[in-house]
């Protein structure tokens, strides 16, 4: 992503990282067995696990939501937000596949995801505070 604003003077980093989102979350919240899929392949869904994605897709589209509408500093504290949210998500998908509790290429596939998520969001903070 370019260090350029975008629309209404938010960074590139934010439509993306919203893109992101919103492309995750819906997903997780309409199709929950392609994420399941890709982490226990040919066996049946677990319903908790469909449980769980589809609060992860709901949580995932209200954040992407969020760095869509939110101005300011609202916009401001998303951004601190999901650096937190999306930092915490990397550690857990790294630790899980250091553990062997996922497939090697599955756990490095979530934790670049989830870090390149919490690249633009710290990216896009940083920008909004060197353009104050």
Not at 25 to 33: C, E, F, I, R, S
Not at 38 to 52: I, M
């Amino acid at each position: 992503m370019t260090g350029k604003p975008a629309v209404e003077g938010r960074p590139a980093a934010v439509y993306g990282l919203a893109g992101i989102r919103l492309f995750n979350g819906v997903t997780g919240l309409l199709a929950p067995a392609v994420f399941i899929d890709r982490l226990d392949r040919g066996s049946e869904p677990n319903p908790a696990a469909v449980y769980a994605f589809r609060l992860f897709g709901i949580r995932t589209v209200l954040l992407g939501l969020d760095l869509l509408t939110k101005r300011g500093e609202r916009l401001k504290e998303e951004l601190r937000d999901g650096v937190l949210i999306h930092g915490s998500d990397t550690v857990t998908a790294a630790m899980l596949g250091l553990r062997g509790l996922l497939p090697p290429r599955t756990a490095v596939m979530i934790t670049v995801i989830s870090a390149t998520n919490t690249a633009l969001a710290a990216g896009a903070l940083a920008m909004d505070r060197r353009r104050k």
